[in-house]
């Protein structure tokens, strides 16, 4: 069965540097998505992207942030400047359509900020 | 503000024995609403969704409800198995572009 998969499993960094965290979305899907877990908390939505673009963004979805599909495979979450907040899983989805089709989540990238 | 949220963060169930897990919304638009599963270490996992203009959807083995008067989810399963040991999430969704708005999560625990 097809899978979304993210690189890397487990990514440190020092707060103020940035980082890129990586998603293989599932081929045939044309819409993308990042969402975040903090540690024990619920699951939280950043960002939807459509045909090159941001389709909406939640308040956590600030600057620091940004969203690129750099190719035909990979889809991007970029995070400039790193706090310590931003330490929390970090989840890639994608899906044929917009809701109600299934959104399939990636395992997840574990981001510490030190 | 939009909030999906669980009355109960903990279930502890025998094996063999049917669980279920509640969840309120709050955004009476939203119109899909979805159960996801989340294994340690692991992304949440799709269970089962349902549509708002139904209140019931049947799977093999779960069952979600749907009271939209009250704006109340449940999942319901079966003959639960130590394998379905998990965190059990809620979803809202179909009120903008793909976003879904996840409930804070029961931890489902079955013992042998």
């Known amino acids: 069965e097809p899978e979304v998969t993210q690189t890397p499993s487990h990514q440190v960094t020092q707060m103020g540097q940035e980082v890129i965290l990586r998603c293989v979305p599932i081929s045939n899907h044309l819409y993308f998505y990042w969402y975040r877990q903090i540690l024990g908390q619920k699951v939280e939505f950043l960002v939807s992207?459509?045909?090159?673009?941001?389709?909406?963004k939640s308040e956590i979805f600030d600057d620091q942030f940004s969203v690129e599909r750099p190719d035909g495979s990979n889809f991007t979450l970029k995070i400039r400047s790193t706090k310590l907040e931003d330490s929390a899983m970090y989840f890639c989805?994608?899906?044929?359509?917009?809701?109600?089709?299934?959104?399939?989540f990636g395992p997840g990238t574990r981001l510490t900020v030190t | 503000g939009e909030s999906v949220g669980l009355h109960l963060p903990t279930l502890s169930v025998q094996e063999g024995d049917n669980s279920i897990i509640n969840c309120a919304y709050s955004n009476s638009a939203s119109d899909y609403f979805i159960w996801y599963k989340q294994e340690s270490g692991k992304g949440p996992q799709f269970i089962i969704d349902i549509r708002s203009n139904m209140d019931k959807r049947q799977g093999q083995r779960v069952t979600v409800l749907l009271n939209k008067t009250v704006k109340h989810l449940s999942l319901q399963i079966a003959a639960t198995q130590p394998g379905d040991s998990a965190v059990y999430f809620c979803?809202?969704?179909?009120?903008?572009?793909?976003?879904?708005?996840f409930g804070q999560g029961t931890i489902l625990t079955v013992h042998p």
């Open positions: 979803a809202e969704g179909g009120t903008s572009y793909g976003k879904l708005t």
């Open positions: 992207f459509y045909n090159n673009e941001i389709s909406e």
């Open positions: 989805a994608s899906s044929l359509d917009w809701t109600p089709y299934e959104q399939y």
